[in-house]
């Protein structure tokens, strides 16, 4: 599985921003894929997962109220992370993530396939 994220820059507080990830491979459908992110210095935190033939969802509590997971198992083979009200502490490197589903989880080390990550700076 190859994935490839799009979508970061720099924005201000409040903005939105829409984060996409392609993938190529194994049969997208049957993959539960997720967004974590990282700051330097600290570890990578979960931040949403999305699984299941009915879209499934789970949130990291601190973007619950903000953000979206989605995914388009059709051509795209995309998840995408619409990010609202974008705050200073948002500020990461955004990694997307996948692993064999079903089911979900938000530890890295379950996770097997992982893209490069994309740059979101949010200024206050």
């Known amino acids: 599985v190859s994935l490839r994220e799009s979508g970061g820059g720099l924005v201000q507080a409040g903005d939105s921003l829409r984060l996409s990830c392609t993938s190529s491979?194994?049969?997208?459908?049957?993959?539960?894929m997720a967004w974590f992110r990282q700051v330097a210095g600290k570890e990578r935190e979960f931040v949403a997962a999305?699984?299941?033939?009915?879209?499934?969802?789970?949130y990291a509590d601190s973007v619950k109220a903000r953000f979206n997971i989605s995914r388009d198992n059709g051509n795209q083979k995309a998840v995408h992370l619409q990010m609202n009200n974008l705050q200073p502490e948002d500020t990461a490197v955004y990694y997307c993530a996948a692993m064999p589903g079903p089911g979900w989880s938000r530890l890295t080390e379950h996770y097997g396939w992982w893209g490069q990550g994309t740059q979101v700076t949010v200024s206050s």
């Open positions: 491979g194994r049969t997208f459908s049957t993959l539960t």
């Open positions: 999305v699984w299941s033939e009915l879209g499934d969802t789970a």
